[in-house]
């Protein structure tokens, strides 16, 4: 392989920093696959066969007493991604020959779509084994009894033996952000059960916007109505918008590209605030926070997909910014205060994909750069002996027992994908859900 080295200075102008140094690629991408097969091999070590590994106490998390092998599932299509084979084909094995979703337990949908229905769809179209399609239907089916609310927006739990749902009081994201995965399910078995449902409770989401154009942060499925009128581009709304948009260049439809160009509308009218993102009232478009955090830096990577590059950039100063205030991003900012609100980080990759995102789409070296800034703060604040473990405080660096799926599906496959060689991933040919599963657009 060609050594790739870029030599750069790149000054940001939001936060005055500066980076300064040679860019080598190749090294870069390396260590990533070596920090992965560190995290992996300590989940291996302590937590083999269940949900999550606990790094500090050296233990395992079960999402809902039983495992549904999320670390596996959600892992996956990264080793094959970094070309681990051995690795790759040892946990292929181990996830046909053990996941079995005939359980008693009640799942959170929308978590269960992103990482493990989005993971196996991926798993399938990467390897072409058809048992992961098989087990995609059967959890797509056992999934379908959320979409029976009034609405047809879903509830937010549904138990996976006996269909029988829960929680009417729900958010966007979790109501709109199902229809790459369904949708996904459908083009492969040929059957648009899942597609039409997913879609009908997109649809709903966006008809009960508010007059002028902005969704709430929580509304009840059976009646309609909103119980939280905040509205933001974080937790709780985020990958609505995100799928609005992708699911247009995913599957050309044009209703959700429709509803995209909307949206965003609205979105930089009532809740862009400078070089940042806020809150705002969804019904009379007033200030309410002036808040961004770990989860709202997903959005230059939209921004940069929908073609407004020039917001993309000054937005990913802004969270370029957030990050150094401690050296490693907290869960929520307040930029007009300047100061942290909520300390937490949970080994999030959102920063980390609208860097891969911009670099994709500009080649400008400063992204490869910023990335490499973001991943040595990383290594150093999130590293353990074992593993890597989420931070309960940003500023004192003190570490929480949580190591949740999505560093291997995400955070760790976004630094790979910025560091490695340009024809790692087509990115113009895919789209990634929002646990950063690739799918290939359908033409």
């Not at 990335?371 to 999130?382: A, I, K, P, S, T």
């Not at 999505?406 to 560091?419: G, H, I, M, P, R």
């Given at each position: 392989?060609?050594?790739?080295?870029?030599?750069?200075?790149?000054?940001?102008?939001?936060?005055?920093?500066?980076?300064?140094?040679?860019?080598?690629?190749?090294?870069?991408?390396?260590?990533?696959?070596?920090?992965?097969?560190?995290?992996?091999?300590?989940?291996?070590?302590?937590?083999?066969?269940?949900?999550?590994?606990?790094?500090?106490?050296?233990?395992?998390?079960d999402w809902y007493g039983q495992s549904l092998l999320m670390t596996p599932v959600d892992a996956l299509d990264t080793m094959i991604i970094m070309d681990l084979q051995d690795e790759a084909a040892t946990t292929k094995r181990y996830i046909l020959a053990n996941l079995s979703f005939d359980k008693d337990i009640e799942v959170q949908n929308f978590e269960i779509t992103i990482r493990l229905l989005g993971g196996l769809l991926t798993n399938y179209q990467l390897t072409g084994d058809r048992r992961f399609l098989k087990l995609a239907e059967d959890l797509g089916n056992r999934l379908l009894p959320v979409f029976n609310s009034p609405t047809g927006m879903p509830y937010r739990y549904v138990n996976l033996k006996t269909g029988k749902t829960r929680d009417p009081i729900s958010n966007p994201a979790e109501t709109g952000t199902l229809l790459i995965e369904f949708g996904t399910l459908s083009k492969f078995t040929g059957k648009p059960v899942y597609y039409n449902k997913a879609k009908r409770a997109l649809v709903a989401t966006f008809n009960h916007r508010s007059k002028i154009g902005l969704v709430g942060e929580w509304i009840n499925v059976e009646t309609g109505e909103w119980t939280n009128t905040d509205s933001h581009i974080s937790g709780a709304i985020d990958s609505y918008y995100e799928y609005l948009l992708k699911c247009w260049l995913l599957f050309g439809d044009r209703d959700c590209k429709r509803m995209w160009e909307e949206s965003i509308v609205a979105i930089n009218k009532y809740l862009a605030d400078g070089s940042w993102y806020g809150h705002a009232d969804m019904d009379t478009g007033a200030r309410r926070a002036t808040t961004y955090g770990a989860l709202d830096a997903f959005f230059p990577a939209v921004l940069a997909l929908s073609g407004d590059l020039n917001r993309a950039r000054h937005l990913q100063e802004s969270s370029l910014s957030m990050w150094d205030v401690a050296g490693i991003e907290p869960e929520e900012y307040d930029y007009r205060a300047r100061k942290i609100t909520s300390p937490g980080y949970p080994l999030r990759p959102e920063i980390v994909e609208s860097t891969y995102y911009l670099y994709q789409f500009t080649k400008?070296?400063?992204?490869?750069?910023?990335?490499?800034?973001?991943?040595?703060?990383?290594?150093?604040?999130?590293?353990?002996?074992?593993?890597?473990?989420a931070l309960k405080n940003v500023t004192t660096k003190e570490k929480s027992d949580s190591m949740q799926s999505?560093?291997?599906?995400?955070?760790?496959?976004?630094?790979?994908?910025?560091?490695a060689p340009p024809h790692t991933v087509d990115f113009r040919n895919v789209i990634f859900n929002t646990e950063a599963h690739p799918i290939k657009k359908f033409k």
């Open positions: 392989m060609r050594r790739i080295v870029f030599a750069l200075c790149v000054v940001c102008v939001i936060c005055g920093s500066s980076f300064a140094q040679e860019v080598n690629r190749q090294k870069l991408a390396t260590e990533v696959k070596t920090e992965f097969l560190h995290a992996w091999d300590g989940y291996k070590k302590y937590a083999w066969g269940h949900d999550d590994l606990k790094p500090l106490s050296k233990t395992y998390h400008e070296p400063r992204y490869l750069a910023m990335g490499e800034h973001l991943w040595h703060d990383f290594v150093r604040n999130c590293r353990t002996d074992d593993a890597y473990a999505f560093l291997f599906a995400e955070t760790f496959k976004y630094f790979y994908l910025l560091f």
